[in-house]
């Protein structure tokens, strides 16, 4: 009788133990988001992640974005088949989505109010950051249909390449910029998880 008093109390501390540690981690700070941090732009990227032009096959019309969050790429497709690809960071697990969007509105270093889901997960987050260089949206924002998830920049060049956001993508200030500068408000997004067969 002892050895099972002695087991129940055993599973019931490990029970405890678990659920402190997830609870605390849940806490933890997100490393993508920082607010207040000034990017390092001394930051290498890989070269995959790296602006490029590529061969890129598809049916959809030149000045569509596709979104490739298996391969962490964004595609600004180009005619001749073609398109200009950039790299991208990613939502994490459980944050990722795919869907077919319109680019509603663009804004150059925008202000940051994170949704209220968001502070619910990352209570240490700021209610509300103006843009500039340390804002986590970076030099750019293009917003997605009537979500609240956008491509933007990053004060955080380092996590291209990445599933790191909440559902967001974002790209080094340099290709965001590049990007911004291309597409208009109304762009066709297409946000997909699994590579075209």
């Known amino acids: 009788m002892i050895k099972i008093r002695h087991l129940i109390w055993m599973m019931i501390a490990a029970i405890g133990l678990m659920l402190t540690v997830s609870h605390s981690y849940a806490q933890q700070p997100d490393v993508g988001d920082q607010p207040g941090l000034l990017p390092d732009d001394s930051v290498e990227l890989d070269p995959e992640f790296r602006k490029q032009v590529v061969y890129y096959r598809t049916t959809e019309a030149p000045g569509t974005i596709i979104i490739s969050t298996a391969e962490r790429h964004l595609y600004l497709v180009q005619p001749g088949g073609r398109a200009i690809r950039y790299g991208i960071g990613v939502g994490r697990d459980g ?10 509105r663009k804004a150059e270093w925008p202000d940051w109010t994170p949704p209220p889901e968001m502070i619910a997960r990352q209570p240490y987050l700021p209610r509300f950051m103006a843009g500039g260089p340390g804002n986590p949206l970076g030099a750019r924002a293009m917003y997605l249909g009537t979500t ?15 599933k790191v956001s909440s559902g967001c993508f974002r790209l080094v200030n340099a290709d965001v910029s590049d990007l911004y500068d291309r597409v208009p408000v109304g762009t066709k997004v297409i946000v997909r998880q699994k590579p075209e067969l």
């Open 95 to 104: 944050f990722q989505w795919q869907g077919l969007l319109n680019i509603t």
């Open 148 to 162: 609240v998830y956008r491509i933007h920049g990053t004060n955080r060049p380092d996590t291209i390449g990445t």
